[in-house]
């Protein structure tokens, strides 16, 4: 007996049946893809000494133990780490000072002394 899209019964099934495979198939790399961010939210929650979140650590649990970050989000993370290390030394805020343009600098320090002379005049009956 044919089907009125053209197809016979077999055909039918065959299709259904491949329709299942591709979203089982889909399913699981949506899951291992969920379970790779939620690894990946837990490094980052370590490295800051943020809270952990329940849901990330269930995500990783349901998972196993299989489940790695993305080598792509590893490098990210170590060029994010590389960094920070770099401006929190001595050499970094050298570099940092290099980087601040000096009449700002001088305007900054200038306006927050008229400030504090004023404050202080307001203050004191002797200024």
Do not use: H, W
């Not at 089907?3 to 198939?25: A, H, T």
């Not at 961010?37 to 929650?45: F, G, P, V, Y």
């Amino acid at each position: 007996m044919a089907r009125p899209d053209g197809m016979s019964r077999e055909e039918y099934e065959e299709y259904q049946k491949q329709l299942v495979e591709d979203k089982m198939e889909r399913d699981a790399e949506f899951f291992t893809k969920k379970a790779e961010r939620a690894t990946l939210r837990t490094c980052l929650r370590e490295k800051y000494r943020l809270p952990k979140s329940e849901q990330d650590e269930i995500m990783i649990q349901q998972a196993g133990d299989d489940i790695d970050v993305p080598e792509e989000l590893l490098k990210m993370v170590d060029e994010d780490a590389t960094e920070e290390e770099e401006k929190q030394s001595i050499l970094g805020q050298m570099q940092n000072l290099q980087n601040m343009d000096m009449d700002q600098i001088k305007e900054k320090a200038q306006a927050t002394f008229v400030e504090m002379k004023s404050k202080a005049e307001g203050k004191c009956a002797v200024m």
